[in-house]
């Protein structure tokens, strides 16, 4: 099946880019966002507004998600106006937002049942590689659909694996999480031991993040902690959305997770701060306001 009509919800920081990207592909892009302001400009780009999640639904070979939290993805899938109950049958859907593998599986169960396909397609790369199209795409849910859906990933990702069975995307996003979060703290950690030692700390990042302490988050933050730029490529408060999951998925496979429980310690002191809003870059403030 030629996948050739997309809709597309949540048209925020990260879906505007990947909305882009599917357009300069050649899809035909049907977006639908609660906020009617932050889908104004991609209409004008050429994608078509939607007033509703039904009348987006009901007229696409597949549907993206890309929203805050589980509970707007359960809000958008389930109900007589959601997704599940107005796509056609054989519709792909892809709900690409960091969400938990419990629901990921309600939704392909469901999903099934109405014949339609269904993908739980988190995604890593921030702003940056929204608007690149070189989003690292995690999958999970039947192969198939996954591979019918490959043209359109591909448009918008670069590492683009498929994980195995329903949720199993979501699991893989966790562990990228996971990873993050500790490495978050070492970057940090390192640019203010370079200001404490003397150091220029641009010309310590030339030399550091090419070796092997080398991380996305070195190469693409740490320049804007520089700058002093805590605008969100991911929001601190989405952050701790995912660290919440990672945790309780942990907890329930008996497993601890020390790195990952202090990293959400102390992004949420940031937010009671007020800096929920704020770039995951922006913990550096956590050293700031501790001097």
């Not at 932050?38 to 009348?55: Q, R, S, Y």
């Not at 707007?72 to 049958?89: H, L, M, Q, S, T």
């Not at 670069?158 to 490495?183: D, L, R």
Request: charged share 20%.
């Amino acid at each position: 099946m030629e996948l050739r009509t997309i809709g597309f919800i949540g048209t925020g920081v990260m879906g505007q880019g990947m909305v882009r990207n599917l357009i300069n592909e050649g899809y035909s892009v049907y977006i639908y966002n609660r906020t009617h302001s932050k889908g104004k400009v991609l209409v004008e780009e050429g994608a078509f507004w939607c007033d509703t999640i039904k009348d987006l639904s009901s007229q696409v070979d597949m549907v993206i998600t890309m929203v805050g939290y589980p509970k707007d993805v359960e809000d958008i899938y389930f109900g007589a106006e959601g997704i599940i109950a107005n796509a056609k049958p054989g519709t792909i859907l892809a709900d690409m937002t960091t969400s938990t593998p419990t629901l990921a599986k309600k939704i392909y169960k469901e999903a099934l049942e109405k014949g339609m396909h269904a993908i739980d397609a988190p995604v890593s790369g921030g702003d940056i590689g929204a608007k690149n199209g070189t989003l690292t795409i995690m999958a999970g849910g039947d192969e198939e659909a996954f591979r019918s859906a490959g043209e359109v990933f591909r448009a918008m990702g670069k590492n683009i694996v498929y994980q195995g069975g329903a949720g199993s995307g979501q699991h893989t996003k966790m562990c990228n999480q996971i990873a993050i979060a500790s490495n978050m703290i070492g970057v940090c950690e390192a640019l203010v031991y370079a200001e404490k030692a003397g150091l220029n700390a641009g010309t310590v990042l030339e030399s550091i993040s090419f070796g092997a302490a080398g991380s996305w988050s070195l190469s693409n933050l740490a320049p804007r902690i520089l700058k002093e730029d805590y605008s969100p490529g991911f929001f601190i408060k989405h952050f701790i959305k995912d660290m919440s999951i990672a945790l309780e998925e942990a907890e329930k496979m008996d497993l601890k997770l020390p790195g990952l429980k202090m990293a959400k310690q102390m992004y949420e002191e940031l937010s009671n701060d007020g800096e929920e809003n704020s770039g995951t870059q922006a913990l550096i403030k956590y050293w700031l306001s501790n001097e």
